[in-house]
């Protein structure tokens, strides 16, 4: 057996607040959308990964989502502008990447990150 695919499932009240976060400011597209349950992603190949923590390193928090850019000056600047406050960062880490912590609409703390 193989993992095929791993869905983080966000609760939420509003699913066009995710739209807006996850769409149009981290770019990913609307898979599906049945009013109820709105999917983001992306057609790219993506490693299946699952990480158990601690910590957040460097003393953070724990993410309840980590996302992985290609261009975190661009991430910063359209998370910035849409009015959402940065909690952590951004930071270069010693383990190579450099990162910022913002919540989404429904409060989750994200890690968006840049490998170096």
Do not use: C
């Amino acid at each position: 057996m193989k993992v095929r695919r791993i869905v983080s499932n966000i609760a939420a009240t509003d699913t066009a607040a995710g739209r807006a976060f996850y769409g149009e400011l981290l770019g990913l597209d609307t898979l599906m959308d049945h009013g109820w349950i709105a999917t983001y992603g992306t057609d790219e190949t993506a490693r299946v990964q699952v990480s158990v923590a601690t910590e957040g390193g460097n003393g953070t928090p724990v993410p309840d989502l980590s996302i992985e850019v290609d261009d975190l000056d661009e991430a910063l600047a359209r998370i910035q502008g849409a009015g959402h406050r940065i909690v952590y960062g951004p930071a270069e880490e010693p383990w190579g990447v450099r990162r910022f912590y913002v919540r989404d609409p429904y409060g989750k703390l994200l890690n968006i990150l840049e490998h170096l």
